[in-house]
Nanobody
Framework: QVQLVESGGGLVQAGGSLRLSCAANGIIVSINDMGWYRQAPGAQRELVAAITSSGSTNYADSVKGRFTISRDNAKHTVYLQMNSLKPEDTAIYYC??????????????WGQGTQVTVSS
């Protein structure tokens, strides 16, 4: 079995910073793309940032210049550094990984979600 375990959410004032981490646990053969999504109350889940296995990145326009995604392939971990946070960044953040587990096949996995709340 594979699990994505997230950490790092919390409550922060506008203008502050948080760093999210997501580690893929299990017997993993390979990980392709990894990413962070978020879902605010009453809204659809949206892509925040994604990173390929070679390090190419993609960001939502609303977070460009404020958020940075990175990964440690040896640790099967993806990070999201969030700076200059705004109240509209408040949401549950989910990590996602497209990976191949031992004995399985390529598939998408999701973390349990971590709450990020930005107060004004």
């Amino acid at each position: 079995q594979v699990q994505l375990v997230e950490s790092g959410g919390g409550l922060v004032q506008a203008g502050g910073s948080l760093r999210l981490s997501c580690a893929a646990n299990g017997i993993i053969v390979s990980i392709n793309d990894m990413g962070w999504y978020r879902q605010a109350p009453g809204a659809q889940r949206e892509l925040v940032a994604a990173i390929t296995s070679s390090g190419s990145t993609n960001y939502a326009d609303s977070v460009k210049g404020r958020f940075t995604i990175s990964r440690d392939n040896a640790k099967h971990t993806v990070y999201l550094q969030m700076n200059s946070l705004k109240p509209e960044d408040t949401a549950i953040y989910y990590c996602n990984a497209h990976l191949w587990r031992l004995g399985g096949r390529w598939n998408d996995y999701w973390g349990q979600g971590t709450q990020v709340t930005v107060s004004s």
